[in-house]
Nanobody
Framework: QVQLVESGGGLVQPGGSLRLSCAAS????????MGWYRQAPGKQRELVAA???????NYGDSVKGRFTISRDNAKNTAYLQMNSLNPEDTAVYYC???????????????WGQGTQVTVSS
C-alpha cells in the first residue's frame, strides 16, 4: 500500500508564499518522477511542476519564475515553493508520483488526495 500525504495548503494574500509538501510512504522500491498538478473550479487539471529522480525539472508556463519544485530522495518527499501568488493560482493542488513497488510489477502512477490553495485578500 502506497500513500501520498500532502500538506502546506491554505489561505494566503496576493503576493504571498506557500510551501507544499508531498510525502510518499508504504512499500516503495524506488521513486521516479514526482510532480504537482492543480485544478481550479470549472477547469481541467494542469501540470504545475515536475521533477525527475535525477533532478531535472519542468514547469507550467504560468508558474515559471515564481514556483520551485524540489525533492528529498531520502525522505521520499517532494516540495513546491510558491512565491508571488496571485488569485489565478487558487486551485486544489495534487501530488503525483511515478514509482515502483516491486520491480516485477513495473512503474505505477499515484495521486495524492489534494490540498486547497486559496489566494485572496
Amino acid at each position: 500500500q502506497v500513500q501520498l500525504v500532502e500538506s502546506g495548503g491554505g489561505l494566503v494574500q496576493p503576493g504571498g508564499s506557500l510551501r507544499l509538501s508531498c510525502a510518499a510512504s508504504g512499500r516503495i522500491f524506488s521513486i521516479y518522477g514526482m510532480g504537482w498538478y492543480r485544478q481550479a473550479p470549472g477547469k481541467q487539471r494542469e501540470l504545475v511542476a515536475a521533477i525527475t529522480n535525477r533532478g531535472s525539472t519542468n514547469y507550467g508556463d504560468s508558474v515559471k519564475g515564481r514556483f520551485t519544485i524540489s525533492r528529498d530522495n531520502a525522505k521520499n518527499t517532494a516540495y513546491l515553493q510558491m512565491n508571488s501568488l496571485n488569485p489565478e493560482d487558487t486551485a486544489v493542488y495534487y501530488c503525483n508520483v511515478d514509482l515502483v513497488v516491486q520491480p516485477i510489477m513495473g512503474r505505477k502512477n499515484y495521486w495524492g488526495q489534494g490540498t486547497q490553495v486559496t489566494v485572496s485578500s
